[in-house]
């Protein structure tokens, strides 16, 4: 009866690659979040998609790019990765304005 | 937009203290300020929140208060125990964008000995 799951929980890659982390909510919520923590823990709010549609997009670079193909799942694709990319990446929905529920987290490390 | 500051960045307490959290923000039109608990390697977890339109809120041993005048708010644990060690972060945003908005403080690592 997991809410909010994402895949995987761990992903190393070498620089240059491209990955993608697939999240799923089992929540019925319109809106789907992803967050990412760096190694201070400081949490960031990268996307925010409501019904498919992209709402809020902070300045993150344009290697990264989310996708929605349904209000139940956001994935979030990254090209080309850097050392910098090397954080967890939070997976998140919430019914519009109300309490927001996380992922387990997805733990990138880049070398 | 909005900033949220917290302080202090780490606190240790004995089994049994209490512990007080505190965080400022910059938007008088945040109402909305929620807390979260993120243990270790797990996934931050609501634990309360409060509302602009009260001073203070209480569950079991943790409460929140809210001075809106001052843009203040802080999470008071009471009876600590050592399942209480985590990371805190505040959060603020504007009621009617609630969790699409919010702004995390820079968190708290709490440590509580036995």
């Known amino acids: 009866d997991t809410a909010v799951s994402q895949t995987p929980k761990y992903l190393v890659t070498q620089m240059g690659n491209d990955k993608s982390i697939k999240c799923e909510q089992n929540?019925?919520?319109?809106?789907m979040y992803w967050y990412k923590q760096d190694s201070k823990k400081f949490l960031k709010i990268m996307f925010s998609?409501?019904?498919?549609?992209?709402?809020i997009n902070e300045t993150v670079p344009n290697r990264f790019s989310p996708k929605s193909p349904d209000k139940a799942h956001l994935n979030l694709h990254i090209n080309s990765l850097e050392l910098g990319d090397s954080a967890v990446y939070f997976c998140?929905?919430?019914?519009?304005?109300?309490?927001?529920?996380f992922g387990p987290g997805t733990r990138l490390t880049v070398l | 937009g909005e900033n949220v500051e917290q302080h202090p960045s780490t606190l240790s307490v004995q089994e049994g203290d209490s512990a007080v959290i505190k965080c400022t923000y910059s938007?008088?039109?945040?109402?909305?300020f929620p807390w979260y608990k993120q243990e270790l390697g797990k996934r931050p977890q609501l634990i309360i929140d409060?509302?602009?339109?009260?001073g203070e809120k209480k569950d079991q041993r943790i409460a929140v208060t809210l001075n809106k005048t001052a843009k203040h708010f802080s999470l008071h644990i009471t009876e600590t125990q050592p399942e209480d060690s985590a990371v805190y972060f505040c959060?603020?945003?504007?009621?009617?964008?609630?969790?699409?908005?919010?702004?995390f403080g820079t968190g708290t690592r709490l440590l509580v000995s036995p």
């Open positions: 998140a929905s919430s019914q519009d304005r109300g309490i927001g529920f």
């Open positions: 959060a603020a945003s504007r009621l009617n964008t609630g969790f699409q908005k919010l702004v």
């Open positions: 938007d008088s039109a945040s109402n909305y």
């Open positions: 998609y409501n019904n498919k549609e992209l709402i």
């Open positions: 409060i509302r602009s339109n009260v």
């Open positions: 929540l019925g919520h319109d809106t």
